[in-house]
């Protein structure tokens, strides 16, 4: 019988059996771990390639930490070969053969060590005979509390700003070209040559090149980032290293103790502070054609929007990473999605690229995000999701970022400028004028008069049963107003006063004067048969407050506390 992998969960061999795992061919080897909060830190499964008109036996889940701490010093030669000094993470062999010599390897070898083990009167996995131990379903299902040891469940771990930063300044990673370090990770390929070489100030992320699965020549993301940051800790141990088991990086609570950063220094990738996001400085019908004359570009003025000032750097602070937004690389967002589509960006227009409402790698989308936060759910969480036709219907909407134009450029004293001119702008003179550009931009906030503001509504609605509720009408528009203060986006798209009023009168127009709620919401609810589903008045008013409320996270007044706006009326 045709066996494919024997005995790996219980052999006593050591770290780097992990690694030797990962880090095998997608078509031979390859390791899995469980969905993200599922399965223990360190099980993964251990399956090779089946051979063709043999009988197929069950992959094995190998518990990497346990048998690491079998192992003396954690020693990785246990297991794994050295090749120029560095480990190659595949079990006792430098490369993958074909599947019936890699098994015998496993056997082999795993056999013998739980054999030892055994003879030194230590526990051990299975011999020879007790194939089914490892190899089922059932085995697997039970290993995942082997000798009542419960491990923490698995889970990502995210590279972020403060942990990039801190290898980035470290002292103790070897450096060669760069004193920043990039050089240690970052890398390029040629093609020509078929070899990897570094490029400064062309760093950028692992994943535009190293995908889930192998590409190409690209290995997958988890293989190169085991081999190359393994190794690394590995090979600086003794001066500082991180961690080199599963736990260390894949367990919540080791997440956790991992030191963040509070001072992060801005990563540089000649960016640029200021951009201007417009694509139709190019002609539509040959992306590579650039407009010189000013009557071509007249024409692309009147045929498209006016252009956006979009402050990058500023943006950088907002986000987890570059790849919020590019997502595949660090080229310019119009390089790959033009106005009129092109194959290098999927087809996707510059236009849906930016404006799509059910991704957070567009301009709205990301935006639409805010409005989960508490101090913008109150009014939000309630409102219907609109498509970006309906987002786009209300030309205030649109003109809150497209507001670059010839009229705003020329208010600029001394600049000269025009569209045409920022056009064709370098990244150094387009940083130079933003923000002369940005100062002219009506950034101010339209107030309602506070005579027009209602102090308090009476609200008497159910007064046969109840006092009339006191509604603190002003204190709470108040209250909303101090929240948008801090918050860039809500002041941008509320610069009218009034538009905080449509939190509430949500179907009215932004007017300082909305139709009341009983003009919509009558005594009883809608039938079905009038197919709008609107609530009575009753049910208006407490879906509203209550909701409102509770998405706001107010604990001054709880949300279910009804005597405090309904007192028993005294009979």
Known sequence: MSKKTLSLQFMCMGFATLLALIFLEQNTLYAKVEKIGQGRVDAILIDLKTIEGKEQMSGVK??????????????????????????????????????????AIYHDNCIACHSESKALGKKGGPLEAQCRSCHSIEANSKIEELDGKKMPTWNPIEFDKSLHSRHEQSKSIPKTKDEQNCNACHHSYDEKTQKIFYEKGKESSCLYCHKEAKVDKADSMRNVSHKSCVNCHLVEMKKFAGPINC???HDLESQKKIE????????KRDQPDMAIIMGWDKAPENSQQKITTPEEFAKLTKTYMDPVLFNHKQHETQSKNCRTCHHSSLDNCKECHTVA??????????????????????CIGCHNNYKNISDCAGCHGQMAKKSFAEFANNDKNCSTCHNINDELLKKIEGANLNLIGVASMDKATLSDNASKIVSQRDLS??????DKIPEKLTIGYIADKYEAS??????????IKKRIEKNNIAKRFHGDETTLCMG????????????????????????????????????????????????????????????????????
């Open 341 to 362: 589509g092109s194959d290098k960006g999927g087809f996707v227009k510059l236009e849906q690229a930016m404006h799509d409402i059910k991704t957070d790698k567009s």
């Open 445 to 450: 906030f339209k107030k309602v008069a506070e």
């Open 260 to 267: 963040k950063l509070q001072d992060i220094p801005r990563l």
């Open 62 to 103: 190998f518990l990497h930490d346990l048998h690491t701490e079998q192992v003396k010093d954690n020693d990785c030669n246990v297991c794994h070969l050295k090749q120029d000094g560095q480990f190659i993470f595949k079990f006792k062999r430098l490369k993958d053969t074909d599947t019936k010599t890699d098994m």
């Open 247 to 249: 736990k260390g990086c």
């Open 504 to 571: 509430c009168h949500h179907n009215a127009p932004a007017t300082e004067k909305p139709q009341k709620c009983g003009s919509c919401h009558g005594k009883t609810d809608v039938k079905d048969n009038d197919s709008d589903g609107r609530p009575s008045l009753k049910g208006a008013y407490h879906g509203q407050c209550i909701t409102c409320h509770q998405n706001m996270k107010i604990d001054t007044v709880a949300a279910t506390d009804c005597n405090k706006c309904h007192k028993e009326k005294k009979q």
């Open 470 to 479: 006191e509604f603190p009408h002003a204190k709470i528009i108040q209250s």
